[in-house]
């Protein structure tokens, strides 16, 4: 059965998607989280999983994907993509492909090296993709397979019996992303990951996934707004206003951050399990989120699971659950454990 495990990632995210599937598991990698937490979390889990696991990549992921650069998401991933080597050897995380929205790949080709030094110099996370870029083409891992294009809504890909979905970034914030990239140059004020504002071009253009296997969903939001996460489900045919799409496990959007949620998003889309992966500080989750999934839920039960502690947030949704005449069961990583596993169903 299709399970979910987010690592504790600090204030970012890990995330492992894991199918069982004859001769093995499929297993996809989005985000890496900060600082270590490859190394001190990710890599050991892979590391004590039997050899094996993959059918089609024997020692290592079936998908690994960057949602957005930005350090709290890519630096886990950068970690991975250095210590990688191919079948055979220890390590055992060898990505089939890396699906990752380059700064290269979208500005390069139409602006000048100036303008290009300029938006490296004034965007801060935007070396990290360009490292990771240039590490996976050194090593010959697949950027974006199959086909070598952006990833971007709407596009299906099929895996084994996985069916992946993107819902979001579409063309528009693509653009958005390279005008911005390309225009602005030095002008802009590095993105501080702690005070980013709901119109950070990086959180626009996160992919969006949504995940089903055997009649299992997940959605999958990384830092991206409750607007364009509602077009992509629009655009792709997930339910409608009058009938909401129901996923057994939904990401709840930028680890939290009232920025990226509203009540329109959890009445669009309903989930059994809504998982929080945040470091509990900042306001993120925020008691808002809670008070908006309690009112959508209105009359059901589900499920919050949560990477950190968040007493505020916590707080609120058992007091708003009872407001709402919603049910909820709350779920911590074990603080002795570093991930948090949900399976459904
Ligand atoms: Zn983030």
């Known amino acids: 059965m299709l399970q979910l495990t987010a690592f504790d990632a600090g204030n970012g995210d890990a995330l492992l998607v894991e199918v069982p599937e004859s001769g093995g598991s499929w297993l996809a990698l989005i985000d890496g989280g900060v600082g270590r937490t ?23 992921l079936d998908l690994v994907v960057c949602t957005h650069i930005d350090s709290d998401h890519i630096t886990g991933l950068l970690a991975l993509v250095e210590t990688a080597q191919p079948t055979g050897t220890e390590a055992a995380w060898w990505p089939s492909t890396v699906w990752h929205n380059s ?30 870029r240039r590490r996976l083409r050194e090593k010959g891992i697949p950027l974006n397979a199959p086909d070598g294009q952006f990833i971007r809504a709407p596009r299906v890909y099929r895996s084994g019996s996985v069916h992946i979905d993107v819902l979001a970034p579409d063309d528009a914030a693509i653009e958005k992303l390279r005008s911005y990239w390309r225009k602005k140059g030095s002008k802009v004020r590095p993105l501080v990951q702690e005070v980013k504002p709901d119109d950070s071009q990086t959180n626009l253009a996160s992919v969006v996934l949504h995940v089903s296997q055997g009649g299992h969903k997940l959605l999958l939001t990384g830092d991206q707004v409750a607007s364009s996460i509602i077009e992509g489900l629009d655009a792709g045919g997930f339910g409608h206003l009058a009938r909401p799409h129901h996923v057994d496990v939904m990401q709840i959007p930028h680890h939290g951050s009232r920025r990226n949620s509203s009540l329109a998003l959890y009445k669009r889309v309903t989930a059994r399990h809504y998982l929080v992966s945040a470091s509990g500080k900042q306001e993120k989750p925020h008691p808002d989120v809670a008070d908006q999934i309690a009112e959508a839920r209105r009359g059901h039960s589900f499920d919050v699971w949560l990477t950190n502690e968040a007493p505020a947030f916590t ?30 169903g």
């Open 38 to 60: 490859f190394q001190d979390r990710v890599a050991p889990y892979l590391e004590s999983r039997d050899k094996g696991h993959s059918p089609n990549n024997p020692t290592g």
């Open 103 to 132: 700064f290269e790949d979208i500005v390069s080709h139409q602006s000048t090296h100036a303008s290009r030094a300029q938006s490296l110099a004034a965007i801060a996370s935007v070396p990290q993709g360009e490292r990771l």
């Open 315 to 344: 707080e609120a949704l058992i007091d708003r659950a009872a407001a709402h005449g919603s049910r909820v069961t709350i779920h911590h990583r074990e603080p002795s454990q570093s991930t948090l596993t949900i399976a459904p």
